[in-house]
Every structure is written in structure tokens, then in C-alpha cells.
């Protein structure tokens, strides 16, 4: 696109250029044709008086005495300047007594040249020919002449007759002609030069920086934003690419300001939708943990209860054998149910409270991958209890390894809560497995799910910030944006890819040291 708008501009200013000069040339050309013209006329009227005089002198003897020959002598000298076209001798009485013409022009002659008296030039000579000429030519010969011009024919003081000159200037009309198809030509290659010269010029000294400034665009608008283009000159082109300049900076500095903005109000960001979660899984872990409590309360209650029935039973000896064998077992069995449940939320409380202190730690640990990979699960199960999905792990037991523990409960729970908010819809119910494997010094997490799957338009997206296809339901798209990040800033990376036939996995490798 920009090459082609750089070939137009260029043949503009080629086109701009050769009409100028063009235009130029034909005005210059033009103004001599008149000027010239004007100056033949001028030149004819000149010459007609001069021959008119001259002829009117060396004709006057000849014609007293009525030599005839000797005045077409005189007359046919006379003709040999080219530029005459005619010249009519008349008498007293006004009779014609000589009477020359030019030939026409591609014309036959009428008149045999070697009939005239004197004529003594070689026949078909281009300019200096005559034929005769009768009073009927006479308004053909003035018609035609640039000018013409009369004297009187005086002997002893007395006039004896006349003598008219016509001229048209016909010699010094085509050699003017001649001249000025040689100029035409000079100044066409005249004009073609300069234009040469004119785009050369111009690509020098504004397609070329034109080009400068533009690359110095593209590549700003390509996120390069330390570019900045060349200034060189002091012209309207020097002055663009300072404004660009200064826009650039503007931008670099609104750019920077941005960043910065986003980078912090991201970290809020992340950090509230941290608390959200603890939040939610606090008020869950409560729920979970109300479970057993209630139980052991109502447990205790029970066996509280067949105490004081026994007691009783005992006191007024009304308790037997059996009775006593009865309540003994009862209260057995109510004992079990109490520390049973007891310790499950006991159990959960460790659960949370670890993975809630690993929250803050940021040093890596070797821990057992398949033991923490179940503590994360458990600590997930208020999320998971009325979901209907299934949450299975693929470990080797014993897989121990170096990590940051934090750092792998944020990314497994942030994977699991996106399958469970996305993978399927209301009331479906699936299956999540997550895998964990060493692969040289990297440890290779894998979450996957048997749901819907994600299009390859969005898939492109998902690792966005703020990127969500549940915004209307609350989605605030940093779950896979903060397993992107945490990966990243560990070192590692990670990746989507989709099941076959439908379903989605995340893998996510971290760099570790594997324990034996």
C-alpha cells in the first residue's frame, strides 16, 4: 500500500513537472511565433517600400522609351529575393506593361518560365522561379502578401507610370519554419531533461524522506515506541517529522503512565479476586466443617442423655444387666460418631490452615506432589460437594520435588474453579483429572476436563487479563491470567490444548529439582 501511494505521488510529480515544462515550452514557442510573425510583417513592409523605390528608379529610362524587355529584365532581377511574391509594372495610361508572380505552391505553373525576356536562372530553381502575371492576378498577388507597396515611375519631373511590390516573406517564412522545429525540438528534450531533473530532485528532497518518515510511523504503530524519525531540514516535511516526534514522546509518555496504571490496578485486581476466593472457601470450610461439629454435638447430646437415663435407672435399682449392657454400647457408639467427626474437621482444619499459611510463602520446599495434590482437592471439596464433578489424580506416590507450595495451590485451584465455571453447563456433570509428572527439571502439571471445550477464536484469548465469556454472570477473567503469571514468574510457562473429542487441558510446567 505505501509503495504504491510512493509510485503515485512520483508520477504525479513526473506528470506535474512534464505538463509544466510542456505548458512552458508551448506559451515560449507561442510568443515567438507571434513575435515573429508581427516581425515579418514588419520586414515585408520594409522590403516593399525599398524595392518599390529601387524599381520605380532603374525602371524609370526603360520605361520611357518603352524598352519592354529591359523592364522585365529589371523586374525578373528584381524577383530573385524569395520573399517577393509579385510585382506589377503599369504605364501612364495603366496598362500592364510587366507583370511577375510567384508559382503557386504545389500548383501547376501556367506560365512557361523560358518565355520571359531575360529570365536567365535554371528551371525549377525552388525559390527563385517567376511566372508572368496578368491584371486578373493582381488581387490573387495582394491576397496573399504580407504586404505591398506602390511608387510612382518619374522621367524629367513628370510621372510616367507605377510599379507595385508585393511581398510574403515565403524564404524567411520556412526557414523560420525550419528554425522552429529544431527549437521545438530542443526545448522538448529541454523539457524532458528538466523533468528528469525535477523528479530526481524531488525524490531527494521529499519522496525519499517522505519514505524515511513513514517506516519511522509503521514501525511506531508496530509497538516499537522508541522510534523516532529523522528531522533534517528546516521545511514543512522537518517540520512533520518533528511534530511526529513530539507525538511520539507524548504517546511513550501516556504509554508508560498506562502501564503503570494497569500493572497496579491489575496486582489489585489479582489480589481482590485472591480474597474472593479465600473468602468463598472460607465461608465453604465453615459449612464443611459445621458438618461434623453438628453431629458431635448432637452425638454428645445422645450420649449425655443415656448417662442421665442410667444414672437414674441406678439411683431408684431399677437399672438390670441388659439395660446396663444397652446404654454401655449406645454411648460406645456415640463416643465413636463424636471423634470420628471430630477429627474430620480437625483433619479439614489442618488442610486449610496449611494451605492457608502457604499462601504467604514464596521459598520453594521439596514436598510430596501427590500428598498436596490431595490436600488441595480436600480443601476444594466445599466448591466440589454440590457440583456434581468429579475430581481424580494421576501421581506417582512418593513424587517429591521442589516448588513453591503457594504458588501451586493458586495454580491448581484457579485451574479447577475455571473448569468448574466453564467446562460444562447447569446441571451437567463431569469429570476433572489432574496430573502431575517430572520431565527432566520440570514439573509437569496437567488439568483437564471432559466439557464443552473452548473455540479456537477464543482459545487465542483465554490467557488475557480481564479476558472473560462470563462477564453477565460475574466472571472477572483473571483465573487463567493469574496461572499464566504465576507460571511465568516462576520461570515456566503454560499452555492450552484441546481433547479430542471435546474437553480442554491446561498444562503448566515449572522448573523444579525432582527428590528420589
Same mark, same amino acid.
Not at 523586374?75 to 529575393?81: H, L, R, T
Not at 501612364?92 to 501547376?108: K, M, N
Not at 508572368?132 to 506602390?150: K, Q, T, W
Not at 523516532?228 to 521545511?235: C, I, L, N, P
Given at each position: ?21 510542456? &505548458?512552458?515550452?508551448?506559451? &515560449? ?35 520611357? =522609351? ?21 510585382? !506589377? ?22 506560365? *512557361? ?49 507605377? &510599379? ?17 522545429? =529544431?527549437?521545438?525540438? !530542443? ?66 509518555? =501516556? ?19 485472591? !480474597? ?85 510463602? *514464596? ?45 501451586? =495451590? ?6 479447577? &474453579? ?53 462477564? *453477565? ?44
Amino acid at each position: 500500500m505505501g509503495e504504491r501511494r510512493r509510485r503515485s505521488i512520483r508520477t504525479s510529480l513526473i506528470s506535474v513537472a512534464a505538463s509544466s515544462a510542456l &505548458v512552458a515550452t508551448a506559451l &515560449v514557442l507561442g510568443a515567438y511565433s507571434v513575435f515573429m510573425e508581427r516581425g515579418f510583417v514588419l520586414e515585408a513592409q520594409a522590403s516593399t517600400r525599398e524595392s518599390a523605390e529601387r524599381l520605380a528608379g532603374t525602371l524609370s529610362l526603360a520605361l520611357w =522609351y518603352m524598352n519592354q524587355t529591359q523592364c522585365e529584365s529589371i523586374a525578373v532581377s528584381e524577383m530573385a529575393d524569395r520573399n517577393l511574391d509579385g510585382i !506589377l509594372v503599369w504605364d501612364e495610361r495603366g496598362s500592364l506593361v510587366v507583370g511577375l508572380r510567384r508559382p503557386d505552391s504545389g500548383g501547376a505553373e501556367k506560365w *512557361d518560365e523560358s518565355a520571359l525576356p531575360g529570365y536567365d536562372q535554371a528551371p525549377g530553381a525552388p525559390y527563385g522561379s517567376s511566372v508572368p502575371a496578368s491584371p486578373d492576378d493582381r488581387s490573387a498577388i495582394a491576397g496573399r502578401a504580407l504586404a505591398g507597396a506602390s511608387a510612382d515611375i518619374v522621367h524629367a519631373g513628370a510621372s510616367i507610370g507605377s &510599379v507595385e511590390v508585393y511581398a510574403s516573406m515565403r524564404q524567411s517564412r520556412q526557414s523560420f519554419r525550419r528554425n522552429l522545429a =529544431y527549437s521545438t525540438a !530542443l526545448a522538448l528534450a529541454i523539457a524532458v531533461m528538466v523533468t528528469l531533473v525535477l523528479s530526481l530532485s524531488a525524490d531527494r528532497l521529499i519522496l525519499s524522506r517522505l519514505s524515511r518518515l513513514q517506516a519511522a510511523i509503521s514501525e511506531f504503530s508496530s509497538m516499537r515506541h522508541t522510534t523516532r524519525a529523522v528531522v533534517s531540514g528546516r521545511d514543512e516535511i522537518a517540520s512533520l517529522a518533528a511534530s511526529f516526534n513530539t507525538m511520539a514522546e507524548t504517546i511513550a509518555s =501516556y504509554n508508560s503512565d498506562l502501564e503503570s496504571l494497569v500493572k497496579d490496578r491489575t496486582a489489585r485486581l489479582i489480589e481482590a479476586e485472591k !480474597l474472593a476466593f479465600l473468602g468463598s472457601l472460607v465461608a465453604g470450610v465453615a459449612h464443611e466443617v459445621n458438618t461434623p461439629l453438628g453431629v458431635s454435638v448432637t452425638a454428645a447430646s445422645h450420649v449425655s442423655e443415656i448417662l442421665d437415663t442410667t444414672g437414674r435407672a441406678y439411683a431408684d435399682g431399677s437399672l438390670d444387666e441388659d439395660d446396663f449392657l444397652a446404654a454401655i454400647a449406645d454411648a460406645k457408639e456415640g463416643v465413636r460418631i463424636i471423634a470420628g467427626n471430630l477429627e474430620r474437621a480437625a483433619e479439614f482444619m489442618r488442610t486449610f490452615r496449611k494451605m492457608a499459611a502457604d499462601q504467604n510463602q *514464596d521459598e520453594k520446599k521439596s514436598i510430596n506432589i501427590s500428598s498436596y495434590l490431595a490436600d488441595i482437592v480436600l480443601s476444594l471439596k466445599p466448591a466440589l460437594k454440590h457440583s456434581g464433578h468429579a475430581v481424580s489424580i494421576d501421581c506417582p506416590e512418593g513424587l517429591a520435588a521442589e516448588c513453591v507450595p503457594g504458588a501451586l =495451590y493458586q495454580i491448581v485451584t484457579n485451574l479447577v &474453579v475455571n473448569c468448574l465455571n466453564h467446562a460444562w453447563r447447569p446441571g451437567e456433570s463431569g469429570a476433572i483429572l489432574i496430573s502431575a509428572r517430572v520431565d527432566g527439571s520440570m514439573l509437569v502439571l496437567a488439568c483437564e476436563d471432559d466439557g464443552a471445550g473452548i473455540d479456537p477464536a477464543t482459545a487465542l484469548s483465554i490467557f488475557e487479563p480481564f479476558f472473560t465469556t462470563k462477564r *453477565d454472570k460475574g466472571g472477572t477473567g483473571l483465573g487463567l491470567y493469574i496461572v499464566k503469571s504465576i507460571a511465568v514468574k516462576l520461570g515456566g510457562d503454560v499452555s492450552y490444548e484441546a481433547r479430542r473429542p471435546r474437553g480442554s487441558r491446561f498444562i503448566v510446567r515449572l522448573p523444579t529439582v525432582a527428590r528420589a
